[in-house]
């Protein structure tokens, strides 16, 4: 089940992506480390209604922001499409006991759906 995150999950999202930071780094990816994401990034993304987590069995074990705001530092980048009315994900995780099984896809297929809803 994916549904809008609340901020009483801030923390299991942070353990979640630490263990994927951690993973990450493992694997010689340093996209991620113990300053980012950040509780703030999270909490800016709860504040602006756009964090989702997935639970298995009530159990959190991932999470994704989609938002209709594009950073900044993807302003100077010559996209294909032009900026209007576009989602852009950030901070897609799932917890590394649980990769593998399609839970990144699932959350991927919520935000295209949420996407398609949403013109």
Wanted: proline letters at 3%; charged letters at 30%.
């Amino acid at each position: 089940m994916i549904r809008k995150a609340k901020p009483s999950e801030i923390d299991k999202i942070i353990t979640i992506t630490k263990a994927c930071a951690a993973k990450m780094i493992s694997e010689n990816i340093y996209q991620w480390n113990e300053a980012y994401p950040s509780k703030e990034a999270f909490r800016k993304d709860l504040d602006r209604d756009e964090l989702y987590v997935l639970l298995s069995e009530a159990i959190i074990i991932g999470t994704i922001t989609i938002s209709s705001e594009k950073d900044k530092e993807y302003n100077a980048i010559d996209w294909l499409t032009e900026d209007s009315n576009q989602y852009y994900i950030h901070r897609l995780a799932v917890h590394p006991d649980f990769q593998h099984q399609g839970y990144a896809k699932k959350l991927m297929d919520f935000a295209e759906a949420l996407a398609k809803k949403n013109n």
